[in-house]
Each structure stands twice: as structure tokens, then as C-alpha cells.
């Protein structure tokens, strides 16, 4: 396709969506063409993240029973410690992306983000109607109804540990000011097919160690904060008074006077030291895992650890990351002599704890754009829902993949009826 018609093309289609970000900080996201893979691949992005999300899974029942100081020096923040035990429905994460890497032989882990995974519209709502468009069949067909029904019985699975009985109030809520988030807690609120109300972070008012209210002052049952943080919630401060509303948002939770979705427990699987852990536990040969669990962190996971001696003794190239960085903030690669080659200009994570993980190359691809052809590296963002793969896809963009990456809608090669 000439530059010019897929760039009209491209746009013309795009603004039949209103309510999705095609354009991300000025430039191109999504692109207007469909990556094909034959139904074997998508079948083994499955498996792998099934593989990997019960690892993960397995890891958080271990990580609640840790010391105060091993928490730590895993490089949670100490405020959000009383917390990490909180237990409050039975799947650790409502929703999870893992992001992975797409080997000769296997695919590798990167890491999971479990705790306010975005890509969540791209992949269960834009990427089948850029199938429909190109006459493609959608990989993630019908996940968008799972995603709904998983969303709905979340909440009210989580009204119930709170222990009452009539129909809850409950918000769905973000930053007014981030188009992204707050649609896509917009579309969780339509797909959920639940009564309940969108309101922004910053008109919910909390009375401490009592409730937190809406607009109308009444009190909120269920809080749902897909794009909200923990690590970030902790910091937030009231305006007026300097409170740490934030803080006393988790407490209400810890009192069970209010309930939050991803849950707590998300949070807990959320630090990267979590891997550091894994493959520790992997090269022990310890006996909390299974033979076929040993044989899975073997095949899918990197070497990770929390400082880079190994990589340094081995020679090898490796990766530094904050344990709670977000779109590759903060990453550096250096080369097997400990010499930086590579680093993300944005450094706000730097006061976190360090892992140090195996490097691993990302596939490269030729792709068009609205300024011409482009290479890029592609990784895999892979859901889990309820503890469960589900939508997959694709963003292209450096060897550290950040906010300024492309969307690539993914399609099976064979052409829809």
C-alpha cells in the first residue's frame, strides 16, 4: 500500500472509533494492517501463558508467608506491607498481561504485569474489528465475552468477602485527564453489564477508617482501579490537607469496609523480584516446585537475579529493571563486560530495588506507518483472566518496549467467509 493511501485509509477507518487511542503522544499507535500466524502459534502463546501464570500463581501463596525484611529487600514499599497479606477472592489477579518473547524454539518471559495491565481494548474489543476489516479471523474471538462475565463475577465475589447482602455501590474509576485509561475503565464498565458508575480519582472522598464516597457522598462498595497502581496509589496525597488518602484507602480494604478490584494480591506478583525468586528456587532445584514445573521455568523463564554477579562472572549480557517499573521506564542492557550499550531516556523508577535478568532479543519485523516502512522488535502482551489465557497480541517497537510502541493487530492467514 502507497504511504498516502494507507495513511488516508488508515485514518479514515480509525475515526469510526472515538472512544479508542489509534494515535498515542502525537504519533501513530495502532496500525492498519493484521500480522498472520496459523492457529498453532496462538494455541502455544496459550499454553506457554497458562504455564507461566500457574508458576506466578504458585509464587503468591509462598510470598505472603515472608519476613517484614525479605519483603523488603524484595523491594516492596514499606507502607504497602500490612497489606501483602490481604486475601480477599480466590484468583490472585482478575486480570494479568505476560509479556513474552518469541524464540527460535520457545517463547521467554519477560515479566508479568498483574496488577493494572494495559492493552486490554487493543486486544479483546479494536483487534477483531481490524480482522473484520481485513477479512481475517480473530484469535481472540468470544474473549471479550469471558472478559465480561470474569469482570462482573469479580466484583461480586469481592462485595461478598465484605459479608453483605444488599446490591452494592459500585465504581469504576481513573484520572479524568488520561484519554487510555479512562476508556478503557469506561469499556470494563460496558462489558461487565453491571449497575454502576464511573468517577474520577479525583472527586472520591474518603472519611479514614470509615468509608470511601462518591460524588453524591454515598458510601462505595466495590472500587474497581484497573489503571491505578498500588505504587502509586501509596503516594497519593489530599490537595488541601496533605493526607495520605492513599494509605487510608488500603486500610478500609484491610478493615473490609471496602473492596478493590484487581484485588490486592495482584500487587503482590506485580515486583519483578518475584522472577528473582522463581529461578532462585529453579537452580535450588527446590522441591516447591513440580518436575514438570522445574522443566517449564527451565524452558520459559530468564535467568534473574537481585544483583549481576552471575552475568558478570559468565559473561553474559544482561538487563537491569526496577522491580515496579511500568513501559520499560528505567531499563537498562549492558554488555557481558558490565558496560551500558542501551537505556530508556525516562529514569523514574531508579529509587526501586534493581533485578538483573538474562538478555534475550527481541524478533524484528519490517512493518508499514503512516511515514513509511518501518523495523521494529515485537513482543507478545498475553492476558490472563481469572488466572486463565485468554487475548493475545503484538507491539513492535526498540529492544525495550515503551509507551512509544505500535499496536500490531494480529489475525489467522485464513480468510474469513
Known amino acids: 500500500m502507497k504511504e498516502q493511501v494507507y495513511q488516508t485509509e488508515r485514518q479514515a477507518y480509525y475515526a469510526k472509533f472515538p472512544t479508542f487511542w489509534s494515535n498515542l503522544y502525537d504519533q501513530e499507535y495502532a496500525l492498519y494492517s493484521v500480522y498472520e500466524i496459523e492457529p498453532?502459534?496462538?494455541?502455544?502463546?496459550?499454553?506457554?501463558?497458562?504455564?507461566?501464570?500457574?508458576?506466578?500463581?504458585?509464587?503468591?501463596?509462598?510470598?505472603?508467608?515472608?519476613?517484614?525484611?525479605?519483603?523488603?529487600?524484595?523491594?516492596?514499599?514499606?507502607?504497602?506491607?500490612?497489606?501483602?497479606?490481604?486475601?480477599?477472592?480466590?484468583?490472585?489477579?482478575?486480570?494479568?498481561?505476560?509479556?513474552?518473547?518469541?524464540?527460535?524454539?520457545?517463547?521467554?518471559?519477560?515479566?508479568?504485569?498483574?496488577?493494572?495491565?494495559?492493552?486490554?481494548?487493543?486486544?479483546?474489543?479494536?483487534?477483531?474489528?481490524?480482522?473484520?476489516?481485513?477479512?481475517?479471523?480473530?484469535?481472540?474471538?468470544?474473549?471479550?465475552?469471558?472478559?465480561?462475565?470474569?469482570?462482573?463475577?469479580?466484583?461480586?465475589?469481592?462485595?461478598?468477602?465484605?459479608?453483605?447482602?444488599?446490591?452494592?455501590?459500585?465504581?469504576?474509576?481513573?484520572?479524568?485527564?488520561n484519554f487510555e485509561d479512562k476508556q478503557t475503565v469506561l469499556y470494563l464498565k460496558d462489558i461487565c453489564r453491571l449497575p454502576s458508575q464511573y468517577v474520577p480519582l479525583h472527586k472520591l472522598k474518603i472519611i479514614e477508617g470509615e468509608a470511601l464516597l462518591?460524588?453524591?457522598?454515598?458510601?462505595?462498595?466495590?472500587?474497581?482501579?484497573?489503571?491505578?497502581?498500588?505504587?502509586?496509589?501509596?503516594?497519593?496525597?489530599?490537595?488541601?490537607?496533605?493526607?495520605?488518602?492513599?494509605?487510608?484507602?488500603?486500610?478500609?480494604?484491610?478493615?473490609?469496609?471496602?473492596?478493590?478490584?484487581?484485588?490486592?494480591?495482584?500487587?503482590?506478583?506485580?515486583?519483578?523480584?518475584?522472577?528473582?525468586?522463581?529461578?532462585?528456587?529453579?537452580?535450588?532445584?527446590?522441591?516447591?516446585?513440580?518436575?514438570?514445573?522445574?522443566?517449564?521455568?527451565?524452558?520459559?523463564?530468564?535467568?534473574?537475579?537481585?544483583?549481576p554477579t552471575p552475568f558478570l562472572s559468565a559473561g553474559k549480557k544482561y538487563v537491569e529493571k526496577p522491580t515496579f517499573g511500568r513501559e520499560g521506564d528505567s531499563v537498562k542492557i549492558y554488555a557481558p563486560s558490565g558496560e551500558k550499550v542501551e537505556e530508556d531516556p525516562n529514569n523514574s523508577y531508579v529509587d526501586y530495588v534493581q533485578v538483573y535478568q538474562e538478555y534475550v532479543d527481541l524478533p524484528k519485523i519490517s512493518f508499514q506507518t503512516e511515514i513509511g516502512w518501518k523495523d521494529g522488535h515485537m513482543m507478545i502482551g498475553a492476558f490472563l483472566v481469572n488466572e486463565q489465557a485468554s487475548a493475545f497480541g503484538y507491539r513492535l517497537g526498540k529492544q525495550i518496549i515503551d509507551n512509544l510502541s505500535y499496536f500490531m493487530p494480529v489475525g489467522f492467514k485464513q480468510i474469513k467467509e
Open 40 to 177: 498453532e502459534e496462538a494455541e502455544d502463546i496459550r499454553n506457554v501463558a497458562n504455564r507461566v501464570g500457574r508458576i506466578f500463581s504458585k509464587m503468591a501463596k509462598l510470598l505472603r508467608g515472608l519476613e517484614k525484611e525479605t519483603l523488603l529487600e524484595l523491594g516492596y514499599p514499606i507502607e504497602t506491607i500490612p497489606y501483602l497479606s490481604c486475601k480477599e477472592i480466590v484468583a490472585e489477579s482478575i486480570i494479568s498481561r505476560v509479556d513474552l518473547v518469541k524464540t527460535n524454539d520457545t517463547y521467554k518471559v519477560l515479566e508479568i504485569n498483574s496488577d493494572t495491565p494495559t492493552f486490554i481494548k487493543e486486544l479483546f474489543q479494536m483487534n477483531g474489528e481490524v480482522c473484520k476489516e481485513f477479512g481475517r479471523v480473530d484469535p481472540n474471538g468470544h474473549e471479550e465475552e469471558r472478559l465480561g462475565r470474569a469482570v462482573k463475577n469479580a466484583i461480586f465475589e469481592s462485595y461478598q468477602a465484605l459479608e453483605k447482602k444488599e446490591f452494592p455501590n459500585i465504581v469504576f474509576t481513573s484520572h479524568d485527564e
Open 214 to 307: 462518591d460524588e453524591e457522598g454515598r458510601k462505595i462498595d466495590v472500587l474497581y482501579r484497573q489503571t491505578f497502581p498500588i505504587e502509586s496509589l501509596i503516594l497519593d496525597k489530599d490537595a488541601e490537607t496533605g493526607a495520605s488518602v492513599g494509605l487510608q484507602l488500603l486500610e478500609l480494604v484491610r478493615l473490609k469496609k471496602l473492596a478493590i478490584v484487581n484485588p490486592l494480591s495482584a500487587f503482590l506478583l506485580q515486583s519483578k523480584a518475584v522472577q528473582a525468586i522463581i529461578w532462585g528456587l529453579h537452580e535450588q532445584r527446590s522441591e516447591f516446585f513440580t518436575k514438570e514445573e522445574h522443566k517449564w521455568i527451565g524452558e520459559y523463564f530468564l535467568a534473574t537475579y537481585l544483583e
